[in-house]
């Protein structure tokens, strides 16, 4: 019997980091779905499942990358 599928949240999380992690260590050029897969320990299918395609990937990356520091700012405490 088939394993069953899990696309949950966490591993989405953990694709998004592999993803961003792939970028800087093998730039541009080196950045595939497939060394994505191979990073977070999933399958190509489950990154194409959770993201739609590589673009819907790189999007998201994006987005991440503009959620981060906004992140880091809430845990500030206020000043006058």
Do not use: C, H, I
Not at 27 to 42: I, L, P, S
């Amino acid at each position: 019997m088939p394993r069953v599928k899990q696309r949950t949240p966490e591993l989405r999380e953990k694709v998004l980091q592999a993803a961003m992690d792939t970028l800087v260590a093998d730039g541009v050029t080196g950045f595939t779905t497939r060394r994505v897969a191979q990073a977070a320990r999933t399958s190509t299918p489950a990154v194409y499942e959770l993201f739609g395609d590589r673009a819907g990937l790189v999007r998201e990356m994006f987005f991440q990358a503009f959620r981060q520091p906004g992140e880091g700012f809430d845990q500030l405490d206020a000043t006058g």
